[in-house]
């Protein structure tokens, strides 16, 4: 069931009819494999996934800051143009409270964003900041400025209490283990996953109440290095996930580099009877990995290191430990979703962390992309063999 070309001996080597046949059943059974493979990949996407994008860019990134301007998010270049957009569209975004004919809407129907798509849990506020000697004044100048902020780094993070007297997490930091995400690589710099925090409330009311004492009591200014805003918004209609993150970077020389992060993710991967349907071709695709390793081992075996003087050896090998990859990822997120979904649900005033989950989701859509290349990439080999 493994014989390959490769496997042949050197009597079956002879015999032209021998190789034919098993060239031939080897392309027959990767054609099937390139099928499955295809249907795996492709059978969990969509076009809605850009439409679902695009209807998230325009609520929170090519929204204008006030009316009468043409400033966006993507046009902040200072903390004031920070706090204009979160005091307006930024809560314009987060909270539908009423229809477009001014009723309230109702409590079923509250929390969701253009009527259609779920918050999950609460908006969250992340500031990091650094110290005031995190960088060395020249001599000339020592007298004259007192304070030295430099660029983010993790090695002079300022982390003491700030602001207001209270036990708020908006004034005091909490560490990347309390918070439980991942690092996050901007424009200007690496940054950790702790900092302080201010979850928004559930109502517009609340939660303007809240930005506007964060606002009046400088929770921005000369030390804070990046600002994130990170929420996740569920469909239910297209059984989407979109995790949105929109950082504001505050460099050393002044000003604000903005940046916006969406991923449109399906998440929750069986639903209906064509998810069930890519789910049997998901276990087809594993059947054949197991099959093709063997085969791979077994070549090894037989070549010992001549095996490597092969590149298609070592694509096939590539492709397998790729998918290896792919297949652990699989598992992982049908069991963590499921693990956050509960805790969400027992929890829903807390911060919904999609965030790692997110980005492991899009690193999986690339890994299945290139697999998808190197296997189509692959028939040559086979049409060169037959030619």
């Known amino acids: 069931i493994w014989q390959t070309r490769h496997t042949l001996t050197n009597q079956q080597k002879n015999r032209r009819e021998t190789i034919i046949k098993t060239t031939l059943r080897e392309l027959v059974t990767y054609l099937v494999f390139l099928i499955v493979i295809c249907v795996v990949t492709y059978g969990m996407t969509s076009t809605i996934t850009y439409y679902y994008t695009r209807a998230m860019r325009n609520l929170f990134v090519d929204v204008k800051l006030e009316e009468g301007s043409e400033d966006t998010f993507e046009s902040i270049s200072s903390l004031e143009d920070f706090w204009k957009y979160a005091e307006g569209p930024l809560l314009d975004g987060l909270y539908w409270e009423k229809w477009y004919n001014q009723e309230n809407v109702s409590r079923d129907e509250f929390g969701y964003l253009y009527y259609e798509n779920k918050l999950l849990g609460r908006p969250r506020l992340r500031l990091l900041r650094v110290r005031s000697d995190s960088c060395q004044i020249h001599s000339e100048f020592e007298k004259e400025i007192t304070g030295c902020y430099g660029e983010y780094s993790s090695g002079i993070e300022n982390k003491s209490h700030f602001g207001l007297a209270n036990n708020s997490s908006a004034w005091n930091y909490q560490s990347d283990s309390q918070l ?41 200014d000369r030390a804070s290095r990046a600002v994130f805003i990170d ?107 499921g693990d956050k979904l509960q805790t969400l649900l027992d929890r829903p005033s807390q911060y919904a962390n999609f965030e790692t989950l997110g980005f492991w989701q899009m690193q999986f859509n690339y890994m299945m992309a290139v697999l998808v290349f190197f296997a189509w990439f692959k028939v040559r080999v086979y049409s060169q063999c037959l030619c």
Request: charged letters at 15%; a neutral charge.
């Open 231 to 337: 929420f996740t918004v569920y469909n239910a209609n297209i059984n989407l996930f979109c995790v949105v993150k929109l950082v504001v970077e505050f460099p050393a020389t002044g000003g604000a580099v903005p940046t916006a992060v969406l991923w449109s993710i399906k998440l929750l991967r069986y639903v209906t009877a064509t998810d069930y349907f890519v789910m049997a071709c998901e276990v087809i695709f594993l059947l054949f990995i197991i099959y093709y390793f063997i085969e791979e081992v077994l070549e090894i075996y037989i070549h010992r290191l001549k095996y490597l003087k092969s590149v298609w050896n070592c694509l096939d090998i590539l492709m397998i430990l790729i998918a290896i990859v792919c297949i652990s990822f699989n598992i992982y997120r049908t069991v963590t979703v």
């Open 180 to 220: 439980g995400g991942q690092d996050y690589w901007g424009q200007l710099g690496t940054y950790k996953s702790g900092g302080f925090t201010q979850l928004l409330p559930s109502t517009r009311r609340q939660a303007a109440t809240v930005i506007a004492e964060l606002k009046d009591n400088l929770w921005l």
